[in-house]
């Protein structure tokens, strides 16, 4: 039987005879159904029409997208460590060539995913490498395919290696969290933040959303509560949720100037529109 993919949002159903009927994800307030409705693929046919990419960041980071671009066009990052590599992230097309050249870096140790959005193929992912799946527990029911390789973990943090350590964030999910990378950017840190804390194009600021396409913002105080999840961390790097939104310097700046911006726009009294 099939493991069906939803085209809108990338995300692996269980195994079925039938497509499923509807998806949970495209359904909720922060995704879509397109005017089209609802369509299905499979990882098979996936790797028929599709393959991945993979472009450096920075020494100890890679990333690894699908083109032509599919579903949501997020790209996951490979990041090397000590104690092997994590995939922060994932995406649904995990090929024989991804599968080799990652097993030539080390394999996976570990899955660790920002929320929902990104679950898509990540149990075509552990199955491949072996590897465990770090989910927050806040997120357990966007699991669209339950597997034994999925690890739910509770709390506002888990260190994963020396110096990586997931930090549960909120906001765009209960359950949403981004990766503090300590040795990244050079040594003066780096934030894997997919689009809990999103990188904006002109990558001088961050923002922040309950839904990006549905434009729901987030309240000011979820806004102020990551950043003090994130004050206890050193970072000057961010890399977002796609290959050119990552922020080079000035990262831990830009977080706090960006998070007054915001609840200054949505705390404000309506002044500030009038310029
Ligand atoms: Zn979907
Ligand atoms: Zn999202």
Redesign the pocket.
């Known amino acids: 039987m099939p493991a069906f993919i939803c085209i809108t949002c990338g995300t692996q159903f269980a195994a079925s005879q039938n497509e499923p009927e509807r998806c949970p994800v495209c359904e909720d307030e922060?995704?879509f159904v397109p005017p089209s409705g609802q369509s299905w693929t499979t990882h098979e046919a996936l790797a028929r029409r599709h393959c991945n990419c993979f472009r450096q960041h920075e020494p100890g980071l890679i990333g690894i997208g699908t083109v032509p671009a599919f579903a949501?066009g997020q790209r996951a990052l490979l990041l090397r460590t000590d104690r092997g590599n994590v995939l922060w992230d994932c995406i649904s097309l995990v090929d024989e060539a991804t599968v080799a050249l990652v097993q030539g870096l080390g394999g996976l140790a570990g899955i660790a995913i920002?929320?929902?959005?990104?679950y898509a193929s990540m149990v075509e992912w552990a199955h491949a490498f072996d590897a465990p799946i770090h989910l927050h527990a806040g997120d357990r029911r966007w699991v669209m395919r339950p597997d034994a390789a999925i690890k739910f973990w509770d709390g506002d943090t888990l260190p994963l290696a020396r110096g990586v350590t997931l930090i549960r964030c909120g906001g765009?999910?209960a359950g949403?969290t981004v990766l503090h990378w300590a040795q990244g950017g050079d040594g003066r840190g780096a934030l894997l933040c997919?689009?809990?804390v999103q990188v904006i194009p002109d990558r001088k600021f961050v923002s922040f959303m309950r839904?990006?396409p549905n434009l729901i913002p987030l309240s000011a105080p979820a806004v102020e509560r990551i950043g003090e999840l994130l004050e206890p961390y050193a970072f000057d790097v961010i890399h977002g949720?796609w290959f050119d939104r990552s922020i080079t310097r000035g990262g831990k700046a830009i977080v706090s100037r960006s998070i007054a911006r915001y609840v200054a726009a949505i705390r404000g009294d309506g002044s500030a529109e009038l310029n």
């Open positions: 922060r995704q949501i920002s929320h929902p959005h990104y765009h999910f949403g997919g689009d809990v839904s990006y949720a």
